[in-house]
């Protein structure tokens, strides 16, 4: 596979981040991105935005800086003090030194000036490719020397250096704890996404999914909470 190909690959998978409070530029801009990623969450504020940080694993952001109710850069200050890893991407009109110094402090990834170009965004986007395949953020180590690769999907036995099969299932069930792995999700939620089929969601069929990951990635990997749900511990 060609560098080209694999970055094309590797953005489609990732979960990206937009915040803007102008509608038409938000919508001129997410439907570019969408060329790129088959996973935009916009948001018009930082309200909105934190929203969606929690509920999604999210893997890249672009942030404008004027927004309602907050400075964007007050913003990924925030996220820089919890993580110091995640590509951001900053759109602005600002073009004054001392803005852009202010922003070249938080280990930005870009900073592109309105109105944005594709060459520039598309530059830009694969930075960011180049930063999560340089970093070890998208490695889950779980405890008994199994590391599952989040990008390419691969479960990896340490020990042997051996990789481990997941079914489709299998993979589907993991992606998904993982993108939730700061909340514990409920049975009826799992059962949902995991089947469309509401005669297959069975609980049965749900234990013996998880009891077959488990046996892949530690029995104890995945915490059951009674009468709450699972979670990922890793």
């Given at each position: 596979m060609s560098i080209t190909n694999q970055y094309?690959?590797?953005?489609?998978?990732?979960?990206?981040?937009?915040?803007?409070?102008?509608?038409?530029?938000?919508l001129n801009v997410k439907k570019t991105l969408l060329l790129f990623?088959?996973?935009?969450?916009?948001?018009?504020d930082i309200t909105s935005a934190k929203k969606i940080l929690f509920e999604k694993r999210i893997d890249i952001i672009l942030s404008d800086i004027n927004l309602p109710d907050k400075s964007g850069l007050d913003f990924i200050k925030e996220i820089r003090q919890v993580d110091k890893k995640i590509p951001i991407i900053i759109l602005s009109a600002y073009t004054d030194k001392n803005f852009l110094l202010e922003a070249t402090k938080l280990k930005l990834i870009d900073y592109l000036t309105k109105p944005i170009d594709f060459k520039s965004?598309?530059?830009?986007?694969?930075?960011?490719?180049?930063?999560?395949?340089?970093?070890?953020?998208?490695?889950?180590?779980?405890k008994n020397n199994i590391n599952y690769n989040?990008?390419?999907?691969?479960?990896?036995?340490?020990t042997k250096n051996e990789e481990l099969s997941l079914t489709s299932k299998e993979l589907t069930l993991l992606d998904f704890l993982i993108k939730n792995s700061n909340r514990?999700?409920?049975?009826?939620?799992?059962k949902s996404y995991l089947w469309e089929d509401e005669f297959e969601a069975t609980d049965s069929a749900l234990k013996n999914l998880l009891n077959k990951l488990r046996k892949?990635?530690?029995k104890n990997s995945i915490i059951n909470t009674s009468g709450v749900g699972y979670r990922l511990d890793y």
């Open positions: 094309v690959n590797i953005l489609k998978k990732l979960n990206i981040l937009y915040i803007e409070d102008e509608e038409n530029i938000k990623s088959d996973n935009i969450f916009d948001a018009e965004l598309h530059q830009a986007l694969n930075k960011c490719v180049d930063e999560i395949l340089d970093n070890s953020r998208y490695i889950i180590s779980f989040v990008l390419h999907k691969k479960l990896l036995d340490t514990i999700v409920s049975s009826e939620e799992l892949k990635i530690g």
